[in-house]
Each structure stands twice: as C-alpha cells, then as structure tokens.
T-cell receptor, first 115, second 113 residues
C-alpha cells in the first residue's frame, strides 16, 4: 500500500444528501491533494493544501468543500451534488508542493455515485 | 496550454509479449516526466521519473525513455504478465508550476493469457 488511505471506498448519495470523504496519510508529508477522475478523462486537480493551508482551488464548484485540520488528514465535504459529479475521487500526498521532483502518493480512491 | 497526449487509448496483448506505450507533451518549461500504473479500483502508483538530462530509466520489466527535443516519452513493457493489466498514465510537470502536474488520459492495457 502507498501509505494513503481513503474512506469510504464506495459511496452512493442522492442530490440532496450531505456526505464527507476522508483521507489520511501516514507518510509524514506536508502537502495533500484532491483529484477527480471521470471515465475516459485525465485526472483533474481540485484542491491543494500545503502545511494545512489551501494553496490551490482549481475553479471547483462550491458544492465541494475541502477541510484540512492537520497535515495528515484531508476531508472533502459534499452537498447538493449533481449526477455529473459521479466519479472516482482520489487523494494524494507529497513531501511538499514546492519543487516538482516530489512524487505524489495516491490513495485507493472513493467511487462516488450521485443519483 | 500544457497538454499530455497518450497513445494508444487501449491495447490488448498476449501474455509474454512486449509492448510500447507512447506519450507526447507540450508542457513548458519541462521539469520531469513520470509514468504511473493504475490498477482497476486503485490509485495510481509511480513507476519511473525522468528529468531533462535522463533519456532512459528502468524499473524491473518497465523501461521508460525520454526525448526532450521531440517532447516524447515511451514506456516499454517486456515479457508482459497478467498483472500488467492496468491503465498507464504519463504525467509531466513544469518548472514554474510548483508541484502541479499535467496528466495524460492514460493507456488501458489488457494482457490476456
């Protein structure tokens, strides 16, 4: 395993529900990321946190709300989602964001289905 | 605009055969290029990383090449195994973009017995 865990692994929710995705990394990294992976599309970066501070919000709709209480945990709060938000949501971590040589380690993802 | 294009989109080969996956990029200024393997239902795992000065890097049966002049990379898989069935993703980063990465769409490889 990569040292990055995500829960739940699968989630089905209605458009009016509120749910949260959780990510935890055991690698001592300082940067964490949320990605969206839709079928037949490249990974899309959603949010970046470095030392608990959000450094990137890639024009993500406000129905997705990230939270980073410490360098080891990252949450993605979901509310009033749309069916097109159904995708695999991947969490990743790296030593830091500065310097492109830091490898990102990915979690297994949460498969989200919005009905 | 930074882009990474991969080909083919999908590939089926018989177990024991070799194959080569292609990656073309327009990311600038180039910093490094990674190949990731993503098994079904799992997150991507890094296979190789190459900087501008490196033109080949091996990881077991996986060998990646880089031509920084033509902005092309390839991933060669030797003596394929059933466990090689996965998506292979080419990822390129630029010097001025921190740790922001440009992802290719991936090549879906299926190895059949």
């Amino acid at each position: 395993e990569t040292g990055v865990t995500q829960t739940p692994r699968h989630l089905v929710m209605g458009m009016t529900n509120k749910k949260s995705l959780k990510c935890e990394q055991h690698l001592g990294h300082n940067a964490m990321y949320w990605y969206k992976q839709s079928a037949k599309k490249p990974l899309e970066l959603m949010f970046v946190y470095n030392f608990k501070e959000q450094t990137e919000n890639n024009s993500v709709p406000s129905r997705f709300s990230p939270e980073c209480p410490n360098s080891s945990h990252l949450f993605l709060h979901l509310h009033t989602l749309q069916p097109e938000d159904s995708a695999l949501y991947l969490c990743a971590s790296s030593q830091e964001t500065a310097g492109a040589t830091y490898t990102q380690y990915f979690g297994p993802g949460t498969r989200l289905t919005v009905l | 605009k930074n882009q990474v294009e991969q080909s083919p989109q999908s590939l089926i080969i018989l177990e024991g055969k070799n194959c080569t996956l292609q990656c073309n990029y327009t990311v600038s200024p180039f910093s490094n290029l990674r190949w990731y393997k993503q098994d079904t239902g799992r997150g991507p795992v890094s296979l190789t990383i190459m900087t501008f000065s490196e033109n080949t890097k091996s990881n077991g049966r996986y060998t990646a090449t880089l031509d920084a002049d033509t902005k092309q990379s390839s991933l060669h898989i030797t003596a394929s195994q059933l466990s090689d069935s996965a998506s292979y993703i080419c990822v390129v980063s630029a010097h001025n973009a921190g740790n922001m990465l440009t992802f290719g769409g991936g090549t879906r490889l299926m190895v059949k017995p």
